[in-house]
């Protein structure tokens, strides 16, 4: 879910151009929860192989990231580890919620409501082990480089790029401002249409959120954008402080500046029902145990055949794709070589 930020907080759109020559830290789990509910059939349910194993998160990581690749950007895939203790809470509302979904899923396949199906198919999607170790062994044999993070992968590309390992952070959840990342980027690996409610088709372009002009514009510092975060709820605390919006949690921090004051003053008005010093600390205090450095390898062509083929992707395209991985390995050449002329 990620804490609700969206409405003050400045973005830009941008073409995936802009990001050539860039190093970027994707939230692994965020994106394949993208493209396990957004790439499905036309009755809710994933892209599944003849064995009925779910294939639709190994569509989404050989084809975007093509993509991706083709525009010269270069991705870094960080895993989500153990959880924090502090989320425990939350992730059992949301297998609750998606158990409700799987029922209401089970119950409109019976009745052959394809609307139903589709209303619900995605609401219910686990990133199991077996999904999330298929996904590093096809990244792996893409020579995309995978990094293992001991907790939230959100939390560790934020502070990747923070620290200036990689440029920026990928994720669809603003999260990641919280651990003051420079460039947090959103829609990197999203289709590029999408369908509306109305039957119409919108174009999703990525958005650009630079962290110092967010902090400039809300006029506040990065302590303070935590307890706003913290205010309105985050993964520690959904839900947040009761009767508190994006709006008012900004006049609230923006008026009593520091954290303890925030809180002191939020509490004469408003109930408090969680510890905001533990959830403070989560976000402040996180530091990447990383230190290796991040290598690209070169594609490992017969794996990626082997992998793809094994869950009935069509050759055809499976060669496809690696042509165009290979057109731009021999671009990398061309520009290599026209550096010494």
């Known amino acids: 879910m990620g804490v609700q930020i969206s409405e003050i907080i400045p973005r830009k759109k941008i073409e995936l151009s802009e990001l050539k020559d860039k190093v970027i830290a994707i939230d692994a789990f965020n994106t394949l929860y993208q493209f396990l509910t957004t790439i499905r059939q036309i009755d809710g349910t994933p892209l599944m192989d003849k064995n009925g194993d779910i294939t ?33 809470e939350e992730i059992k509302k949301r297998k609750e919620a998606k158990r409700i979904a799987e029922e209401k899923f089970k119950e409109a396949k019976e009745k052959e409501n394809v609307e139903e199906m589709k209303k619900y198919g995605g609401r219910f999607v686990k990133i199991t082990d077996k999904i999330i170790q298929q996904s590093k062994e096809l990244l792996g044999a893409m020579g995309i480089p995978v990094i293992q993070a001991p907790s939230e992968g959100e939390s560790e590309a934020a502070v990747l790029a923070r620290t200036k390992k990689v440029w920026a952070a990928a994720s ?63 993964d520690y605390n959904p839900g947040g402080v009761m009767g508190v919006g994006q709006k008012r949690a900004l006049e609230i921090v923006q008026r009593y500046k520091y954290p303890v004051t925030i809180f002191e003053q939020a509490s004469k008005k408003y109930e408090l029902t969680f510890d ?37 992707f069509s050759e055809n395209r499976i060669n496809a794709g690696l042509q165009r991985i290979k057109a731009i390995d021999e671009l990398k050449k061309q520009r290599g070589l026209s550096d010494f002329f």
């Open 56 to 88: 639709s998160h190994l569509s989404g990581l050989f084809y975007r990231n093509i993509n991706l690749l083709q525009e010269g950007i270069m991705p870094v895939y960080v895993f989500d580890g153990i959880p924090p203790e502090l989320k425990q």
């Open 172 to 234: 669809q959840d603003y999260d990641s401002l919280l651990y003051a990342t420079p460039y947090l980027i959103r829609n990197l690996v999203s289709a590029k249409r999408k369908k509306m409610p109305s039957g119409l088709y919108e174009d999703i372009k990525p958005e650009l959120i630079e962290f110092q002009q967010v902090l400039n514009q809300l006029q506040i510092d990065k302590d303070q954008l935590i307890c706003l975060a913290i205010l309105v709820g985050t």
């Open 276 to 312: 905001w010093q533990e959830i403070f600390k989560q976000f402040h205090e996180y530091e990447s145990p990383y230190e290796e450095e991040i290598v690209f390898e070169k594609v490992n062509e017969k794996k990626v055949r082997e992998i793809l083929l094994a869950h009935d």
